[in-house]
């Protein structure tokens, strides 16, 4: 402080006082050249500062207004895809319902479809049986009449002499003839 008020004092004892040097005490001029520095600082950069601060200030609210649209877009975005979820969740309920109840639908059809191919087989099946017992039965009525035939053959052969053979033959003749005028 010695030296301050030192160099104060040199300036009046020096010819060239109130005229404008250098001074190369650096302990006695350090701090009154670092009050005019702050000084013209605080003058001329107080501008210069409050724009800056300014600027950064409007760059943070922007960024602000920026992220609170950015969140807003992005809460509608979430809202509109919950509301998609829920719909696709619903509509999977409602395919997984439909589906079941297809399952059933065509499971019974598949059982109705059956039983009835069931019973046309059946229904074949006794047409078949049916058939096949009157082919039998004719096959036997075939067999006994084609013996009884025989039989009577047999019989007529042994008992029929010449005279009733004969006999026969012009009985026959005669009624070819009547049936013959009857027609013609």
Known sequence: MKNVTDSFLSLG??????????????????????SVVVGVLIFFGKGVLSDLLDNRKQRILKTIRDSEELRGGAQERLEKAVARLRKVEMEADQFRANGYSEIEREKWNLINSTYKTLEQ????????IRFEQQRAINQV??????Q??????????SCL??????????????????????TG
């Open 13 to 34: 004892y020096w010819p060239f006082a109130g005229s404008f040097g250098f001074n190369t005490d650096i302990l006695a001029t350090n701090p009154i050249n670092l």
């Open 121 to 128: 087989l059946e229904n074949y099946k006794n047409e078949t």
């Open 141 to 146: 009525r075939q067999r006994v009449f084609q």
């Open 148 to 157: 009884a035939l025989e039989g009577a053959l047999g019989t007529l052969n």
């Open 161 to 182: 002499n010449t005279e009733l053979h004969l006999r026969t033959i012009s009985t026959n003749i005669g009624m070819f003839g009547m049936m013959k005028e009857i």
